[in-house]
Every structure is written in C-alpha cells, then in structure tokens.
Nanobody, 117 residues
Framework: QVHLAESGGGLVQPGGSLRLSCAAS????????MGWYRQAPGKQRELVAS???????NYADSVKGRFTISRDNAKNTVILQMNSLKLEDTAVYYC???????????WGKGTLVTVSS
C-alpha cells in the first residue's frame, strides 16, 4: 500500500502564503486522482483541490484563484501552494486519493494550517 505524509503547515497571518507537501512512500503514477482535503473545527472534511495524473486540476470555489495544486509523479509528491490565506482557511489539511482510499491509502495525521492575526 501507499503511505502519504503531509507537511508544511504552520501559523500564518491573513494574506500570507504556505506551501504544503504530500510525500508518498510508493508510486502514485497509477493513481489518476490525487487531492488535498481539509477539515476545519466543527466542520466536515472537504475536498479543496484535485489533480489528475496528467495535470488536470479542480478547485473548490472557496479557494479558486488562491490555491494551486501540482504533482510530480517521478518524485511521488503532491503540492498545495496556498496564497492570500484567509481566516476561514484554518484547518487540518490532508492528502489522499480521489476518491479516498485507492491503493489502500488511509487518512494520515494531516498538517495544521492556522491563519490568524
């Protein structure tokens, strides 16, 4: 099975930027859809960005124009570049397949992003 590990979260002021990294222990080449999800306090986990094997992307309306997802199949990584961060972006961010669970991928620890002034 493929294991994913998120990193790059932290505390940032509104308007700031963070770059999140999702590192896979195995190849993600055969996995068509990869995504970044987030779960804010008291809210359901939601998909915020997705990317296909050949680079087609989709974004939740709430992050469109501010976040950019990318993947490097050779390095087995998925990146989420977050710019112009807002208070409502505060959440634990997770990476997983689209839909979740392909290749045995389970939810990891995630990485906490806190946007606060």
């Amino acid at each position: 099975q493929v294991h994913l590990a998120e990193s790059g979260g932290g505390l940032v002021q509104p308007g700031g930027s963070l770059r999140l990294s999702c590192a896979a222990s195995g190849s993600i080449f055969s996995i068509n859809g990869m995504g970044w999800y987030r779960q804010a306090p008291g809210k359901q986990r939601e998909l915020v960005a997705s990317i296909t094997r050949n680079g087609m992307t989709n974004y939740a309306d709430s992050v469109k124009g501010r976040f950019t997802i990318s993947r490097d199949n050779a390095k087995n990584t998925v990146i989420l570049q977050m710019n112009s961060l807002k208070l409502e972006d505060t959440a634990v961010y997770y990476c997983n397949t689209i839909p979740p669970g392909i290749r045995g991928v389970s939810w990891g620890k995630g990485t906490l992003v806190t946007v606060s002034s």
